[in-house]
């Protein structure tokens, strides 16, 4: 793991530097994500912003940020808001479509609040996926991806055992 992340980080500063000629941009956003861990029927629903600043055509780095909030049963609150941040590299340019793979490291903040005690912590998580973005104007972009996050937790929450799995996005971006 450790020797792709650093040929992933050596060829994105190859790509960043090669790629002089494309000037970079800067975005923010809202998006709706579905989170479906491996051990849940359903999938969770979260709302969060993202940023994305483009370093040339072929790259991008994006950071996230997410919130989640659940009624548990016994009078528990479950709350979540990882914190993600994705490196972007563009396989498909093409007009107005863009199609991207991405990967990343993510930290996963988390409380449990009850009547008779609370715990919270925060835990790394790492993820990797595919996407596309529709640029709508030089300034209006819609996108959506999916991603699998791999997130293992010291905690038990109900069902939620194996935390690992499906992330899915759908959001837009203004770029300025």
Not at 13 to 32: D, K, L, Q, R
Not at 135 to 153: E, M, N, T
Request: glycine share 10%; proline share 3%; net charge negative.
């Amino acid at each position: 793991m450790r020797k792709a992340l650093l040929l992933l980080i050596t060829l994105a500063i190859f790509i960043t530097f090669a790629e002089t000629t494309v000037a970079a941009s800067f975005g923010v956003g809202a998006h709706f994500a579905w989170y479906k861990p491996k051990d849940v029927e359903e999938s969770s629903v979260f709302f969060g912003l993202q940023s994305r600043f483009r370093l040339g055509s072929l790259l991008a780095l994006e950071g996230s940020i997410d919130y989640y909030y659940e009624e548990m049963e016994e009078d528990y609150d479950f709350i979540m808001y990882p914190v993600q941040v994705s490196l972007m590299v563009t396989l498909i340019d093409i007009r107005i479509l863009r199609g991207y793979v991405m990967g990343g490291l993510g930290w996963f903040y988390w409380e449990l609040d009850g009547p008779l005690q609370g715990e919270e912590g925060h835990e790394p998580s790492y993820h990797a996926g595919a996407g596309v973005e529709l640029q709508l104007s030089k300034h209006f972009a819609f996108h959506g991806d999916i991603r699998y996050v791999y997130f293992s937790p010291d905690i038990d929450i109900g069902d939620w055992e194996n935390w690992s799995g499906a992330w899915s996005t759908i959001g837009c971006t203004i770029y300025f």
